[in-house]
Structures are given as C-alpha cells and as structure tokens.
C-alpha cells in the first residue's frame, strides 16, 4: 500500500468526480496552475532556473504549493515538473531557453535511436527526484487537496525528440511517420514503456491521481493518430493499472488530455479499450458533443478557452456560468481547455475558481 504516514485527505471532491461519483459541488484545478502569471512563481523564478526548481524535490515542492496557497480553493495541486524529464532521463540534452521554450538535441536519423536514446538507463533511478518532490508535496499539503502527477504522451515525446524544440508543422516527425514507420514504432515503444516505469512510480511516491498530457495529437491526422498514438495511450493505461494492482498500490484516477484530437473522441471516450477515468478537453470541443461521445461512462475534465482569462472579472464569471450548465455537476472536473498563459491576471484565476464553485453548488441545489 502507499505511506500510510501520508497526512489524512481532507477534500477528496476530485478523486470522486474521477471516479463518477456524485460530488456536492464540480471540483476545479488549473493546468499550469504555478507559472509566471502568479507575483511569487516570478519572483521564484529571479532566482532558480527551470530544471533546477524540476530536479531539486525542496524547490519543485514550493513552487507546487504556491498557487495552494494563493488559491485555497483549488481542489487539486499538480506536482511541478516538465513532461520532457523522460527524454532528459533518456540521455537526450534538454535545456530551457528563455523566449524559446525547450530545445532538444534531436534525432537527426532513424540510427541516432541507437546512440542518442539510452535505453539502459533506470528509469526510476533517473527520474527519483520526481519521486522525492511528490513525497515531501504529499507531506507539505497536509491532506488539503490531491496530488496530480503526469507524463507527456508518447507521440508529443517523441515530437520533441525529433523537431528538437516546437513546431507549427511537425513536419519533421511525421516525415518520420512516413519514411521510417518501423523506427517510429521503435521509439514510441521505448517511451511508453518509460512513461508506463514514470507513472506508477509517482503512484508510490504518493501521486494520487495521474494526467498523461498528448499535448501535440492536433497535428495528426485520424489514421496516424489510430496508428501511432491511441494504441500507445491506451496501453499506458492498462499498463499502469496491472502493475499497481500487481504492486498492492492504491487504485488512482487517470485522466488522458490530448489537445486537438476532437476528430479521435469518440475513440477516446470508449472506455473498452483503455482505463481512463477521465477525457481532458481543449476548448474548441462543444459541450454537447463530448457529451454525447462520453454516453455517461467517463468524466468530462475542461475546457474553457484559456483567453476567457483576459475577459473582466464579471464577463469571465458569466463565461463559467455557461460552462457549468453546458455540461452540468456530475462526471464532470472544471479546468481550462489549456494551460494558463502568463500575462493573465492572477485576480481572474481567482474569479475562475470561485465561480466554478458558486454556479456549481447553486445547479446542484436547485
């Protein structure tokens, strides 16, 4: 079982939304909820470098608590980390580079798989700070909300691996899709083992729910995303449960968020081929249509238009009134339909969070 000296949970509202049971109000949290929109990540950043705070378990568990403690009422905290720590602990050179973003030493050629990608590498031993971080997160919150830990999908590891940085195309990658298929193939078995190590080692660390962010499936097409992404997705989360059940570990929510692939929902919503708990939505996908691909059987996490952030505080709470009565109190996780851009307010954040609880709670008593 996990640490049983892990501080009792207090507000569990998420956990039971994941799971779909009923819940007295919708529970919220924020992707990118610490970032440079808040004075204090700022300030936090003045003087640490990004990997620094990432490989450094003090550092990563304050700055995971900086919006906890600005916002207290969140409903979940999400360990502060990098999806790119997989490709880092594969021997790939990863650095940050102010007003680019992350900047991989790609893959060139199919052959560099080889010699690039250490395969030999321990996984956990590598990525043990992670690990070290979300244990002294559990203990620093004192059971106030859940811990989320997470991974990148497989095909956005891999799109970084090869583009070396961000993309408008992904041209490069899916050249690859094309020309060399079994190579392909090749790396995204190697990451999705590694992801599968990465998951259910945060679990014992304490993670009590996990999001496998598919950040970049927008670029792919239906036939590449049903041959080179969803199968690896949905083995993830297979994966992920046999071995926590084969390990006695506690049972945890999985929440799949893969931006852009509205054209893959009803796929994703079939919960026949894969063990997700929970569907993240961008903001381009109707309320009604995810809906009706979820047909009850999955919880719904999104997805209001990261840019309704710049609205003023009484716009921005009507926009979430809409968004609660479009997809109602139950299987259902308010978030944005993205992570939260740094020139937003920090009041509006505030806004957000408050009013997915008021209009909530007041749907629910009617």
């Known amino acids: 079982m996990m640490n049983i000296d892990f501080p009792e949970l207090k507000n569990d ?14 529970p919220v949290w924020v992707m990118r909820q610490a970032g440079r929109y808040l ?117 956005t590891l891999m799109s970084y691996m090869i583009e070396g940085q961000g993309s408008k195309t992904m041209s490069k990658v899916k050249r690859w899709f094309y020309q060399n298929p079994i190579e392909s193939h090749q790396l995204l078995e190697i990451l999705t083992q590694s992801i599968i190590t990465f998951l259910v080692g945060q679990v014992k660390a304490g993670a009590q729910m996990l999001q496998v962010f598919e950040s970049h499936a927008g670029y792919l097409g239906s036939k590449q995303f049903d041959e080179f992404c969803l199968p690896y997705l949905n083995r993830i ?5 046999d071995k926590l ?25 079939d919960t026949t081929s894969h063990q997700y708990n929970v569907i993240g939505l961008d903001w381009t996908i109707d309320a009604d249509r995810a809906k009706t691909a979820s047909k009850g059987r999955i919880t719904l996490q999104g997805n209001l238009d990261p840019c309704a952030l710049y609205a003023d505080q009484d716009d921005l709470d009507y926009l979430v009134e809409q968004m609660i009565q479009e997809f109602g109190t139950e299987r259902y ?23 997915v609880h008021k209009y909530s709670k007041k749907l629910i008593n009617k």
């Open 39 to 155: 004075p204090e990540f700022r300030e936090f950043r003045q003087h640490h470098s990004f990997f620094d705070i990432c490989e450094t378990p003090e550092l990563a568990c304050e700055a995971t608590m900086l919006p906890i403690r600005r916002y207290p009422s969140l409903d979940a905290s999400i360990i502060f980390s990098d999806i790119l720590v997989i490709p880092k602990a594969l021997g790939m050179d990863v650095q940050m580079v102010e007003g680019v973003g992350p900047v991989v030493e790609a893959l060139e050629t199919p052959s560099q798989i080889k010699t690039k990608v250490h395969t030999d590498n321990n996984i956990d031993t590598e990525l043990d700070y992670v690990y070290k971080a979300i244990t002294l997160t559990r203990h620093t919150l004192e059971g106030k909300v859940p811990l989320i830990g997470f991974a990148g999908g497989p095909f």
């Open 237 to 241: 989360s297979c994966a992920v449960r």
């Open 245 to 269: 059940r084969e390990q006695n570990l506690n049972d945890v929510p999985m929440v799949l968020f893969a931006k852009g692939a509205h054209y893959a929902l009803d796929k994703m919503c």
């Open 13 to 26: 509202t998420i956990i039971r939304a994941a799971f779909g049971e009923k819940t007295s109000y919708v």
């Open 333 to 355: 996780i308010a978030n944005l339909g993205h992570g939260i851009y740094p020139d937003v307010k920090w009041e509006n954040v505030s806004t957000f969070v408050n009013a």
